[in-house]
């Protein structure tokens, strides 16, 4: 023990060290702890200035927006860029003639968010619709069967890199091959078959004013619409809605579904049991496939048709919150304009965030019991 | 009679098993279908100029990419070199000083949070809080620059990496933390070279998933680095990207930039392709020896 | 949550709980005398300590004079210790003494871990551990304002239950006390390897592959790796926590050949649920009953000649 102390001594140098056994333990300052601390603490901190810093500029920005038009914003259907001059028109509908000139009238710019609130909504929906039902009935597929037919390893694969590609690819692939798809074959198919149906000429059909007189005129099928958008939606959201049921129905006990099957229960029947167990996180899934659609950008922008109103009808062009962005910001003046699109950013961002923690809660909270 | 019902619901459970490998099959072809579609053409349309020239001009002769490979790698680059270390620095915060709960929850709530914000509203604010500001401070008409996506990739990078890092880290055995600081460790020594070493893979697999992410993002760099056709290496100019000119030529008139459109996507997905194949390998290969030595 | 993570008993001797090895079947064979004829009443009263421990009291300790005679270098004085609102350590008094062995016993949660991790303040990093008391190493108190806990884990060292090599090469686990401590010059480290692993004997195994992971190491291997890594800067006492309770019989018997070789170098002291085990390694036993000394003596007393019939009867397996 003694024969290299000296090179031991050397090597574990003490900053109290005091020779003999009977050293002090006096606290000394940690540079390290100190400077770890402070770092760590400090890029946390930044996380959630960057919060802040989100919501305040949305909202300092929007607060013209805000102000003038409250949350009447919501509910407005008028998107009025720029200033209107119109022939001003009596109480009987008559254009006011005077000194045998029309009187114009100005119409201020207003902006209203309803009709791309209506188009995220609707093109979400349409978009859950297909790709929940389809999402599940794989998931249970790649929980319950894949695994026996070892095919579930390349499948899951398969699904989360499809997760992974950007929306740009899937909205070129929209544009491209399904928009002209849809206007070539399945829009005027569907029409066809579905145009004399009685109740149903409102997917066909708009009536417009035009010179005082409401005219019925067809819709364009022209492929890039609500439909083209919703198709695009709904195949963008399946591989992550499917990722996460499928981990959802994972999680579930075997003993629930052993229990089931010992008391008789077929394949299907405890299947269901299985989707009851993971109700909530099944939820949650949805939820987020939900934020994920009604934040989508670039693929809706490229397919939607980009009109910025409200119709019934699925071969209509219509815009979400999203493209309604990506379209006009670039090109919005300083002012009301900007501002009411801001507005639109925070209620879109307000709109996912919701969903998003909605969703979060309901998957962590079951898919990882011990949740951190 | 009770023969009879079970009879039915024996086939409506055939019938439900046939509707769910139905599901599952729509599902891969629906997804191989666009995926298909967007190598083969891509395929038919890539070619050696696509990555050594720049855009020439010319619509029938639009050129290659190469500015905008460039201009990606630099963005990431850029981006990496923001939200990495913040990214990183978070994660530890979150698992290592989880005990300041009152300041650590809720932070791992908004890193959450953060993560659900849609990339155009991230755009939008890159422009508000880099574009604007900087436009007026050198008086700029609209100072659209590098810089100002790469800040906005960061933006959407630093709480998925942080989030990834504090999983990551709390997969690290609690034995690892005792015995060093039970060997007179500091927390700083425990940190930097017990627990973040030992989780060095698993984070670095985590960077790369994040990164690959941010690479395919556009709406966030429309507002930011607006897109440029010059080959330049200068951030603090507006700054071409891969997404952005595939965005471009794609939603534009000319075929031959349609074409270029089709192939940047390939380009694209083989990059994303490769990373995700690379980390799935790494990632198994990590989780096997873990599981064989413990 | 992170708050809310800590489950006051469980904590500190994660699974220790299900085990049963200090049961009837890890009777000691040698050092333990037949049960004896002392005077036995009904089953109420045979074991009045224990009862008056399961009342709430805390008995004086039975301590043998022989412990008081060695030179003390660990002495815990009336030490108490909360996990949030339960307490896990009464007013334990104990001198351990320097350059000797000291065994730890008891049945499972009766604080022997908690008492171990509390002389180098590993329940520190434990959420709602509160303490009273002293305990002081070689006269300096280890709970002291002001204390430098890093300061004092150094002059400690500590060898877990599960083997915990670090995921790095097998030098890098033996010199990395060093290493935090500052030494860089390489010949300095090299040397202090190769006496740490020769004192822990495991140089002739892994001598030739000292850049190899150390989680390539077999399950015994590893835990000498973590008593060279512990022993690496010479602490004044070396803590064991069990250390050969995840061990096969034949790593086990190596790793108390171990602790018997370094014994004439460093005070150990050792907590193991294992009694043949302390009565084969220890100069000194304790024994600790739900949080409180019982009896503390020489080994060879205390399985041979016990003052208490409770200290008699868990010796021999018939109570515990």
């Known amino acids: 023990m003694t024969t290299d102390a000296s090179a031991i001594s050397a090597a574990a140098p003490s900053p109290n060290a005091s020779g003999g056994p009977a050293r002090s333990l006096r606290r000394s300052f940690r540079f390290g702890d100190a400077m770890l601390g402070l770092v760590c603490r400090g890029s946390a901190a930044i996380i959630a200035l960057m919060l802040g810093a989100l919501v305040l500029v949305l909202l300092t920005s929007a607060m013209p927006a805000i102000k003038q038009f409250g949350l009447g914003f919501l509910v407005s259907s008028e998107w009025r860029v720029n200033e209107l001059e119109r022939p001003l028109k009596d109480a009987a509908g008559q254009v006011v003639m005077e000194d045998g000139e029309i009187v114009m009238e100005t119409i201020k710019p207003a902006f209203g968010a309803l009709p791309v609130i209506y188009g995220t909504a609707m093109s979400s929906l349409i978009a859950l619709a297909i790709a929940v039902p389809l999402s599940f009935g794989a998931a249970l597929f790649l929980v319950r069967v894949a695994p026996t037919l070892r095919i579930a390893g390349p499948l899951s694969f398969l699904i989360e890199f499809l997760a992974a590609i950007p929306s740009l690819a899937y909205g070129i692939w929209g544009l491209f091959v399904l928009a002209p798809f849809l206007q070539s074959h399945v829009g005027p198919a569907i029409k066809a078959t579905l145009e004399n149906v009685p109740g149903l000429r409102w997917m066909f059909y708009e009536s417009v004013t035009i010179a005082g007189t409401v005219v019925e005129r067809p819709i364009p099928i022209t492929g890039r619409d609500m439909l083209c958008g919703s198709l695009v939606l709904a195949i963008m959201i399946l591989p992550i ?5 499928r981990d959802v129905l994972k999680a579930v006990p075997r003993t629930q579904i052993e ?11 405890s299947c269901v049991a299985m989707l009851r167990y993971g109700r909530s996180g099944l939820f949650g899934a949805v939820m987020l496939g939900l934020a994920r659609a009604a934040g989508e950008t670039m693929a809706i922008t490229m397919v939607i048709g980009n009109n910025n109103q409200i119709n019934p009808s699925p071969f209509a062009p219509a815009q979400t919150m999203a493209s309604l962005l990506a379209n006009e910001f670039a090109e919005a003046s300083e002012g009301l304009h900007q501002a009411s699109l ?8 307000v709109m996912s965030l919701l969903f998003n923690v909605i969703a979060r809660r309901l998957v962590v909270g079951k898919a990882s019991p011990a949740g951190h | 009679m009770a023969s009879a019902r079970f009879e039915t619901r024996r086939l409506t459970s055939d019938a439900m098993f046939g509707v769910c490998a139905a599901c599952a099959a729509v599902i891969v072809t629906l997804l191989l279908l666009v995926s298909g579609y967007l190598v083969f053409i891509g395929a038919g349309a890539i070619n050696l100029s696509f990555f050594t020239d720049v855009p020439t001009g010319d619509v029938a002769q639009p050129g290659g990419m190469r500015h905008a490979i460039e201009g990606t790698l630099i963005l990431l680059a850029l981006a990496a070199a923001i939200g990495v270390p913040l990214g990183v620095a978070s994660g530890v915060y979150l698992s290592e000083y989880s005990h300041e709960w009152l300041f650590a929850s809720p932070m ?11 990339s155009i509203v991230v755009g939008i604010l890159g422009y508000e809080l880099v574009v604007v500001p900087v436009s007026r401070w050198t008086s700029n008409s609209v100072s659209f620059s590098g810089y100002a996506g790469a800040a906005a990739l960061a933006f959407i990078m630093i709480p998925i990496v942080a989030r990834t890092t504090e999983e990551m880290l709390r997969l690290v055995p609690k034995t690892y933390r005792e015995g060093s600081l039970a060997l007179g460790a500091s927390k700083a020594q425990t940190v930097l070279r017990v627990v973040l070493p030992s989780a060095f893979g698993s984070i670095s697999t985590g960077i790369m998933l994040a990164i690959a992410r941010v690479a395919g993002e556009t709406a966030p760099l429309l507002f ?3 897109g440029s056709r010059l080959l330049t290496r200068d951030p603090s100019e507006p700054f071409p990207s891969l997404t952005l000119q595939i965005y471009t030529y794609a939603t534009g008139p000319y075929p031959e930039q349609k074409n270029l459109a089709w192939a940047g996507i390939l380009v694209l997905l083989a990059i994303l392709f490769v990373v995700n194949l690379l980390i799935r390998v790494v990632a198994s290969r990590h989780a096997a020896t873990r599981m064989g030595k413990s | 949550m992170p708050a809310s993570m800590t489950h006051p008993h469980s904590h500190p001797q994660p699974g220790s709980d299900s085990r049963s090895d200090a049961r009837p079947e890890a009777r000691p064979e ?7 004829a002392l005077p036995r009443g009904g089953p109420a009263s045979a074991y009045p300590i224990i009862d008056a421990i399961k009342r709430g009291e805390t008995p004086t300790p039975r301590i043998h004079d022989s412990v008081r005679a060695e030179p003390v270098i660990l002495a815990v004085n009336n030490f108490q210790l909360w996990y949030g609102q339960s307490k896990a350590l009464h007013g334990i008094t104990m001198p351990v003494a320097k350059g000797k062995v000291t065994a730890l016993i008891g049945p499972s949660g009766c604080g022997k871990s908690t008492l171990l991790r509390s002389v180098n303040r590993l329940n520190d990093l434990i959420e709602g551990v509160r303490v009273e008391g002293s305990i002081d190493l070689n006269g300096n108190s280890v709970y002291a304002r002001g204390v430098d806990v890093i300061d004092l884990r150094k ?19 033996v010199v990395y006390a060093l290493r935090i401590s500052g030494e860089r010059n390489k010949k300095a480290l090299a040397d202090a390897c190769e006496k740490a692993l020769r004192q822990a004997a ?66 150990v002291l050792i907590v193991t649920h294992n009694m043949q085990q302390a009565a084969r390694v220890s100069d000194y036993t304790a024994f600790m009953y739900l949080g409180r000394l019982v009896e503390y003596g020489r080994t060879a007393d205390l399985f041979q000649v016990p003052q208490l019939r409770e200290t008699e009867d868990y010796v021999t397996g018939r109570f515990g």
């Open chain 1, 241 to 245: 809605v499917t990722s996460v049921s």
């Open chain 1, 259 to 269: 229990g089931t099957l010992a008391l008789g229960a077929t394949w299907w029947q």
């Open chain 1, 342 to 349: 801001l507005y639109v950013a925070l209620v879109l961002l």
């Open chain 2, 108 to 118: 791992r709530f908004i890193a959450d949070v953060l993560t659900g914000v849609p």
């Open chain 2, 224 to 226: 930011t680095a607006l």
């Open chain 3, 30 to 36: 040698v050092a333990v005398r037949a049960p004896s």
């Open chain 3, 155 to 173: 002059r400690l060292g500590m060898v877990f239950q599960k083997p915990n090599p670090f995921p790095m090469s097998i030098f890098e686990n």
């Open chain 3, 202 to 267: 495991l140089w002739d195994e892994v001598k030739d592959r000292l850049k190899a992971s150390a989680m390539g190491l077999s399950g015994g291997q590893q835990q000498r790796l973590c008593i060279a890594r512990a022993i690496v800067s010479e602490p004044e006492v070396l803590l064991l926590d069990e250390p050969c309770s995840a061990l096969d019989p034949i790593a086990t018997l190596r790793i108390e050949e171990l602790i018997h070789e370094i014994s004439s170098r460093y005070t």
